[in-house]
Structures are given as structure tokens and as C-alpha cells.
């Protein structure tokens, strides 16, 4: 019997309203990642997927779904900015602009908001290829609201402009004056949450259709296996999104970034746990693609087991959905 069209989508309609959540995309090879950032090399395509720890650790692929290798660090004597935790930076995000691959990393200890936000270059992405630049000039010293981690650079009009934070206060943003230093001033803030620890961080802002979409990571982001968070307090990934750049984000329901709005994308579900540290990808051929990492419950909860998890971004009535 063959159904018409309208009876077929009334079916499948309500599934799609259900929040359920697609699983990731096929990984072979070593899929570990943790705050990963991911870029395709301009010359050939090949994919290079950066994580916490050490000089950062460098994996390449020559497909998204691997299989993926590690390969190395990007800067493996750690980074020349003089302070805390230097030698095991964190929390990379790349970017490519006239020839030359950027890195933002973050140099700060755990629990501390002593922190820097460092940046060095390459023009391969490969290990090896990497120059330090020292400090971005974003720095905390503990006495300001905002931390200065989880860099995301974009873009926007003639300006680049630098994501980042936070916790504490959550989300914030300034302007650079060049790839490798910020404007002086002081940052704005783009999203709050008033409720519990305030936990939301790594910021990346995507430019989509009409939008600028705000996504960042809410919750508790490790420590599962000694110091387990309740059920839905873990580590998800939610999104705002705004015409501006800048300013008057809102999730879904129209409320204000600013005040504790954020509309969940994806978060715990079957073997996925945790999910987020994510950034998106326009690929070459999928087109946005939402990577990120995540605990598998299969594998173990533990920061070093932690999975690259990417999907295939749909947008339903202007709202992102894997
Ligand atoms: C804000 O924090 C509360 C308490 O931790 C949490 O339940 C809520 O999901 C958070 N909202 C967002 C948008 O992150």
C-alpha cells in the first residue's frame, strides 16, 4: 500500500517536536577529545581536531568520521606566557584568515580565575608548525567578574571580535584590535545564568541565515566518576541566538541569554553522556556540523576516555537541531 505524502509526515512530525536526539556520526581510529576545536586544512581538505592538555593535542583525519590519529602538539614546550599551568593549556579554538591558522589556548589552573588567553600561528596546523605569541592581552587576575577562558574568534563586519568565559559571570565578549592582541576595554557580558554555580562556558558564535547563534556548554563539565552531578546537571550543550552579533540574544521561548535563557541542543541521552566543550564546523560537504565532546558510558566517564562526537546541524524553523 503506498501511503500519501500528508499521512507520512503527520507520523513522523511529532518525533521531530520530541527533542529526540541524533546520535554521532561514525569515528574510527582514536576519538579521544576534550574541548575540542576542529578546522579543514584550505589546501586539502584534511580535518585537524585540537583538545585540552599539554601544548595542546593535535589529531588529524582525512574524513570526519577518521579513521583519526594523534599526531602531536602544538606547541609541545607548552606556551611562553608566564604563568600557572603553561604547560598544560586548554581549551583550543582554530580559525584560518590570509594565509595563516590562529589558535586561541587558555593558560590557568583548575578552580583558579587567574587565567590567560594565548594565541600562536601556523601555516600547516601540523605539529611543529606552531609560533607562540604569548598573551592575547585578555587576562584575569581573579578581581574581575569574568574569567578569561574559552576563547571563539569571529568575524563580524570589518571587526574580529573574541568570545569567551567564563562561569562565575558567564559569557563575554571584546574586540580585537589585530588577530593577535584585544582592544583595550572592558568586555561585555552576552549571557548569565542567575541560577546555582552560574555554569556556563565555552562560548562559539556561529553566523547562520539571519541569525548569529550563541551556543555554549552548561553544567558540570567533569569529575563523573568521583563527584557525579544529578541527573541533567552535567555538562550540555544550549544555544541563544541574535540578528546582532553583540548583544540581545534569546533562546526559543524569546528569553534573554542575559537571563538565564538557553534553549538545550543536546544533552545526555543513550550511551552519550555530557555532551559539550562543542564548536561548529561549516564543512566542505556536510555544510554545519556540531562537534563537540562527550562521555560514552560504554567506554568510561573519566576526562582521558572522553569521545569526539559530531552531527550533521538541521535548522527547524531557525532553530539549530541535530
Ligand atoms: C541555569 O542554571 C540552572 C541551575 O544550575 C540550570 O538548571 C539551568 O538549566 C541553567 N540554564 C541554562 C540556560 O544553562
Redesign the pocket.
Known amino acids: 500500500m503506498i501511503l500519501p505524502l500528508s499521512f507520512l509526515s503527520a507520523i513522523t512530525f511529532p518525533l521531530a517536536l520530541d527533542q529526540a536526539y541524533g546520535n554521532p556520526g561514525p569515528c574510527s581510529g582514536n576519538c579521544w577529545a576534550h574541548d575540542p576545536g576542529l578546522w579543514q586544512r584550505e589546501s586539502d581538505g584534511k580535518y585537524f581536531l585540537f583538545s585540552t592538555g599539554k601544548g595542546i593535542h593535535i589529531s588529524s583525519a582525512d574524513n570526519l568520521g577518521g579513521p583519526w590519529a594523534e599526531i602531536g602538539y602544538a606547541l609541545p614546550s607548552g606556551s611562553t606566557i608566564a604563568h600557572g599551568g603553561n604547560d598544560d593549556l586548554w581549551a583550543p579554538d582554530v580559525h584560518y584568515e590570509d594565509g595563516t591558522y590562529y589558535m586561541y589556548y587558555v593558560v590557568s589552573t583548575l578552580g583558579s580565575r587567574s587565567s590567560v588567553i594565548g594565541v600562536a600561528t601556523s601555516t600547516t596546523m601540523e605539529p611543529g608548525s606552531w609560533t607562540d605569541h604569548g598573551s592575547t592581552g585578555l587576562s584575569t587576575d581573579g578581581s574581575q567578574k569574568y574569567n578569561a577562558i574559552d576563547a571563539n574568534w569571529i568575524q563580524v563586519d570589518d571587526t574580529s571580535i573574541l568570545n569567551f568565559g567564563s562561569y562565575w559571570n558567564g559569557l563575554y565578549q571584546v574586540d580585537m584590535a589585530s588577530p593577535l592582541k584585544i582592544e583595550d576595554g572592558a568586555p561585555n557580558n552576552i549571557a548569565y545564568?542567575a541560577?546555582?554555580?552560574h555554569?556556563?562556558e565555552a562560548s562559539f558564535l556561529f553566523h547562520y541565515g539571519d541569525f548569529y547563534y550563541l551556543f555554549f556548554s552548561?553544567?558540570q563539565a567533569s569529575k563523573y566518576e568521583t563527584d557525579r552531578p544529578a541527573p541533567g546537571?552535567e555538562y550540555r550543550i544550549?544555544v541563544c541566538r541574535s540578528e546582532s552579533a553583540r548583544e540581545d540574544f534569546v533562546d526559543k521561548d524569546g528569553v534573554p541569554c542575559l537571563e538565564?535563557?538557553?534553549t538545550t541542543v543536546l544533552a545526555s541521552h543513550d550511551y552519550v553522556y555530557a555532551p559539550g566543550g562543542q564548536g561548529v564546523l561549516n564543512d566542505r560537504s556536510l555544510g554545519p556540523v556540531l562537534y563537540y565532546h562527550y562521555a560514552n558510558t560504554d567506554i568510561g566517564l573519566a576526562v582521558e576516555q572522553f569521545q569526539l562526537g559530531w552531527n550533521k546541524l538541521s535548522w527547524i524553523d531557525g532553530w539549530p537541531c541535530v
Do not use: E, P, R, V
Request: glycine share 30%; charged share 15%.
Open positions: 545564568n541560577s546555582g554555580d555554569a556556563i552548561s553544567g546537571d544550549n538565564s535563557g538557553g
